[in-house]
Structures are given as structure tokens and as C-alpha cells.
């Protein structure tokens, strides 16, 4: 079992940035792959990004590729996304995952956070 807590959304303005991070509970969080998702009102859940078990492998939509970093800290039982370059279409609530295996499919990520809100303004 993962209990995951996200939290450093806010407002910004566009072209700023933002670091989201993703505290996980429980002594197994290095044996689980992290991803980042997101949904804006009325929209479907959009993958974001995801990081494997020791962070040296990553996937990125195209939508943030060069704007988004994923990373993490074992030591810490957290996961970041540094979210730079920030566009009013990345306004969404965000959320992070824990799944077996790093992918941008959301059916394969067994555990969710509650989502933090991030508003890009223009």
C-alpha cells in the first residue's frame, strides 16, 4: 500500500514555473515506478510524465518535452515535477501515480494522489 500527497500548485503567471512534489508513505516507494498526470475540466486524464524505478529513465508527452522534468528522491519517498515555461493550456489539477512499471498508460498506476491545482495564467 502507497499513500501518495501532492502539494506546491498554485497560480502563476504564463511562462513562469512550478515544482510540484508528491510525498509517498510506506518503505517500498524505490520499487515503484512515478508518473504525473493531469485533467482540466471537461477534458480526459493526460499523461504528463513518468520516471522508473531509479529515476534514469524518463517519458514525456510531446506537449511538455523540454518544459517538464521528473525526478526523484528515494532517500526522501518523493517525486517532483519541475514544470517550467508554463502555458495557460497546462491549467489542470495535477496528480501523481505509483505502478510497477513507468509508462503513460494511467489503468497501469495502482495508487493516486488527491491532485493539487495548478492555474497558468495568461
Known amino acids: 500500500q502507497v499513500q501518495l500527497v501532492e502539494s506546491g500548485g498554485g497560480l502563476v503567471q504564463a511562462g513562469g514555473s512550478l515544482r510540484l512534489s508528491c510525498a509517498a508513505s510506506?518503505?517500498?516507494?524505490?520499487?515503484?515506478?512515478m508518473g504525473w498526470f493531469r485533467q482540466a475540466p471537461g477534458k480526459e486524464r493526460e499523461f504528463v510524465a513518468a520516471l522508473n524505478q531509479s529515476g534514469g529513465s524518463t517519458i514525456y508527452p510531446e506537449s511538455v518535452k523540454g518544459r517538464f522534468t521528473i525526478s526523484r528522491d528515494n532517500a526522501k519517498n518523493t517525486v517532483y515535477l519541475q514544470m517550467n515555461t508554463l502555458k495557460p493550456e497546462d491549467t489542470a489539477v495535477y496528480y501523481c501515480a505509483a505502478s510497477r512499471v513507468a509508462t503513460m498508460t494511467w489503468t497501469a498506476y495502482n495508487y493516486w494522489g488527491q491532485g493539487t491545482q495548478v492555474t497558468v495564467l495568461s
Open positions: 510506506g518503505r517500498t516507494f524505490s520499487s515503484y515506478a
